[in-house]
């Protein structure tokens, strides 16, 4: 199973755009759109708001500018950018059909000015979680590029909208197909998810025993994983499964929910920088961050003050909650469903 949400990915929209996929045993496949906008903040909310308005939401909306992420739905279910081919339901081909809106023109492709980071690692390390190929089975992006129909059903990686059949857009224009698998090489995916599928490319001069230091896993593991024997040697472009080794990511953090209830309640009286039960509430603030809820002025401070009150107060209201069940002080399901969602464990 793959990653279903990004952690480095805000929510948008009300968390649900479509459903099963339609022909699951086809290989996994992204399909890589353009939204003929410009780019920036002020886009991102205006093209945020109108895809879900328009009901044709992709999983992913991304901005290559700013690096912002946003996901409309869970990975392992469809989404709604594509048009059907006849009666084929492009958009729930596939094990997974990951469609991804890149703010920006066809006609002024985004590889030549973007500026990928840390958010667009994170969205291929998700893609790459579903075992979707580092290729392009159908080719370039340019004007004129091949709608196959055989290679659509049978192919596992990388599409262009202007790849699908049955659909006329030719977004995301031609793009440097090779630059979006170049920007998150699958070696800087440190810290990925445990139980999703995390791979290393060996680079020159690596030994076995070097990768594990590396990865932190150790390498008679790795060399078992991936049928390494005796005497143990790699080749520079070897992709190794690291799936299902000691995972070198740190612990879990653990929030204590009374502390948490006790900084809630107090923190918001006390003089400025009074603060109670910091490291429990520095967790839930960087959450609260993540979900786009928290400004970053206010995330590290450990005061869990009336902006943070507010913030989670927020953030119940995401979870379903209203008037005085709403109140930004924590309670039990909230927070577990927060950290469920942010990486952390609920003391409670
Ligand atoms: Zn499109």
Request: proline share 7%.
């Amino acid at each position: 199973m793959g990653e279903i949400w990004i952690k480095e990915a805000e929510r948008l929209g009300g968390g649900s755009i479509g459903g099963a996929m339609d022909s699951p045993s086809a290989p996994p496949r992204v399909v890589w759109h353009t939204t003929e906008s410009g780019a920036g903040n002020a886009a991102f909310n205006a093209v945020g708001k109108y895809l879900s308005t328009a009901a044709s939401e992709p999983h992913i909306l991304y901005d290559p500018a700013t690096d912002r992420l946003g996901q409309y739905g869970p990975l392992n279910q469809s989404a709604r950018a594509l048009r059907n081919d006849g009666s084929t339901r492009t958009n729930r081909t596939g094990k997974v059909c990951i469609q991804i809106e890149v703010l920006g023109r066809a006609g002024s492709p985004f590889t030549s000015t973007w500026k990928p980071g840390p958010n667009f690692r994170a969205l291929m390390r998700a893609i790459r979680s579903w075992g979707v190929p580092d290729a392009w089975p159908a080719g370039n992006c340019a004007p004129g590029a091949s709608r196959n129909r055989t290679t659509w059903a049978t192919k596992g990686g990388h599409y262009g909208h202007c790849h699908v059949p049955g659909n006329d857009h030719w977004d995301p224009g031609n793009i440097d197909r090779a630059a979006i698998l170049k920007a998150a090489p699958p070696s800087t995916g440190s810290g990925s998810s445990s139980g999703s599928t995390s791979t290393y490319t060996v680079k020159s001069g690596d030994t076995l025993s070097g990768v594990g230091a590396k990865m932190g896993v150790k390498w008679q593991t790795i060399a078992s994983l991936n049928g390494i024997k005796a005497p143990y040697t790699i080749v520079v472009g070897q992709v190794l499964k690291l799936k299902g080794a000691t995972p070198s990511t740190p612990a879990t953090p653990t929030v204590d929910l009374s502390n948490l209830i006790a900084a809630a309640r107090r923190d918001p009286g006390l003089a400025q920088g009074g603060t109670t039960h910091p490291a429990d509430v520095k967790i839930v603030e960087a959450a609260l961050q993540a979900e786009g809820l928290l400004s970053a002025a206010y995330a590290k401070d450990g005061s869990f003050g009336t902006v943070t009150v507010t913030a989670y107060a927020a953030w119940q209201r995401r979870c379903g909650y209203t008037g005085s069940a709403a109140d930004g002080i924590p309670g039990k399901a909230s927070l577990e469903k927060l950290g469920a969602k942010r990486g952390f464990k609920v003391k409670a």
